[in-house]
């Protein structure tokens, strides 16, 4: 059971990070006002990146709040790396 949650785990990590490139990285988020958790044990998923297949380019997604699977969870933000062929945005994911 527990090879099959960590090969779930790791196929859900792999569709994340999807492969495609920008040439030029999206300028950075406003910054934003985190409100209030809306109750105990939630956490608060900064604000990412969505590749949108149609128009070609990345577009950002809200922040908002999460209650973890797990308590022990921590939640590590997504971010930007640049490869040889553009910028491409790693999707946020849980640590566990």
């Not at 790791?10 to 406003?30: F, H, I, K, N, Y």
């Not at 990345?58 to 040889?84: C, E, F, L, M, N």
């Amino acid at each position: 059971m527990k090879l099959i949650r960590q090969y779930i785990l790791v196929t859900l990590l792999l569709s994340g990070c999807s492969s495609a490139v920008v040439m030029e990285r999206p300028t950075d988020q406003q910054i934003a006002v985190i409100p209030a958790a809306p109750g105990a044990g939630f956490v608060w998923v900064n604000d990412s990146w969505t590749y949108s297949r149609s128009a070609h380019a990345y577009t950002p997604s809200r922040g908002h709040w999460v209650k973890p699977r797990k308590s022990s969870a921590v939640w590590v933000d997504g971010y930007w790396i640049q490869t040889r062929r553009g910028w491409k945005y790693i999707n946020g994911h849980w640590r566990h």
